[in-house]
């Protein structure tokens, strides 16, 4: 059966690592404990059968040499805490003792004073742990040896405080241990999360256990290979998308000499295209190494509501609905570039796009841009974020588009530890959303 089955086993590593080690370590002492009871036990009982066969010799002597009108009177001298002397018959019984402790007295006794008197040993009926031993004095008297065991030896009444305190010890050095181990996976765990576009997760600390220390190696060998990889990724699209606005300013500046007005418009169309297209890919460049803006706390509703009226003045059917009513620290120029080119996606598919704006209770703020476009095949609401990945139904003049303003978009709000989102709308349309995590 696999750990994980259990309905209550911990989910972390630290937990089950912890309560492995405290269970083991907790039965470990309790059957340590255990023992050293029994064993302790065991040395009492030799100890007192070794006592009793020498006290029982030499009272049975000394009360056999008293006069019989002498011998009631020490009898509550030689009587102890496990047996006394009964001048009489006892109670007779035919049940030899069956346990084991009454056994080795019954014997021990015999073994002592056995030679000299005929004595006989029974259980007293409806209690077999006790034992009576039965003999004659020299003079025919009647004796009876009255045994009743101890229940156990009596235990110190600061043994079960010392005890919880070893318990409290272990499981504090359990806590401990296990807090050191595994810390190092936390901190790695932390890193692989924080490891955003940007490439700027903070290396860590080579020390520790060698297996800790190889890992932390590893890891930052990794990041740094990566890192090294991206950049130059990032440079060469740079720097084509950056040496391809110089042909393409002069292809412009031959096409405006041109006779032919017609074919001149459309490779004025084309050139248009390909500029942006150039521009795009350097702004996406730039994002993938996330923004250099500084964070600062601004107005989210004047951000929006400007950017709003921008739209209207420009003769675009843009709407706001909602507000924040509150301030946020967050990268201005990146949250007005996603929110534009969300818009535009609407404004290109759509005709028309609505700003809806909400604050959750946790602090989270929610922008929604909705369109009544065709929407996105819910397989392909992923895609669409990858660099220059288009739609088919988007590769027209009407349309155009660079495939990388979503990807642009998705660059910034990672950048931002935001999160942006695709989904359908009942109805028709297309639903762009981003959260910004609470930062007021």
Known sequence: MKLNAWPHWPRTLFARLALILFVGLALAQTMSVWLTLTERNQTMNNVMVGYIEREVTSSVALLDHLPPNERAEWLPRLERRTYRFILGPGVAGAEQPNAELSARVAQSIEDGIGKR????????????????????????APLTIDYRPMAGVPLSPWLPVVLALQLIVLGTCCWLAVRLATRPLSQLAHAADTLGPDLKAERLPEDGPD??????????????????????????????SHDLQTPITRMRLRVDVM???????????????????????VTYARTMHGASEVPLRIDP????????????????????????????????????????????????????AQIAVAKAQDGHVTISVLDRGPGIPDESLEAVFEPFVRLEGSRNRHTGGTGLGLAIARQLALAMDASLSLQNRAGGGLEARLVLKNAS
């Not at 009576?132 to 025919?140: A, T």
């Not at 006779?259 to 390909?274: E, F, P």
């Not at 509501?305 to 003769?315: F, N």
């Open 301 to 352: 509703d004047a951000l929006l509501d400007s950017l709003v009226c921008d739209y209207l003045d420009a003769g675009k059917d843009v709407a706001l609905q909602g507000q924040v009513a509150s301030a946020l620290v967050t990268r201005p120029q990146a949250l007005r570039r996603i929110i534009g080119n969300l818009v535009d996606n609407a404004l290109k598919f759509g005709g028309a």
């Open 211 to 240: 297996e800790v220390a190889r890992a932390a190696r590893a890891f930052n060998a990794m990041h740094d290979r990566v890192k090294l990889y991206m950049t130059e990724r990032l440079q060469i699209l740079a720097a084509i």
């Open 259 to 281: 006779d032919d007005d017609v074919q001149g418009a459309k490779l004025q169309q084309d050139l248009h295209d390909m500029e942006t297209m150039v521009k795009e890919g």
């Open 117 to 140: 008197y005929a004595l006989t040993a029974n259980a007293v009926p409806g209690d077999p742990s006790r034992l009576q031993v039965h003999l004659r004095l020299s003079d025919g």
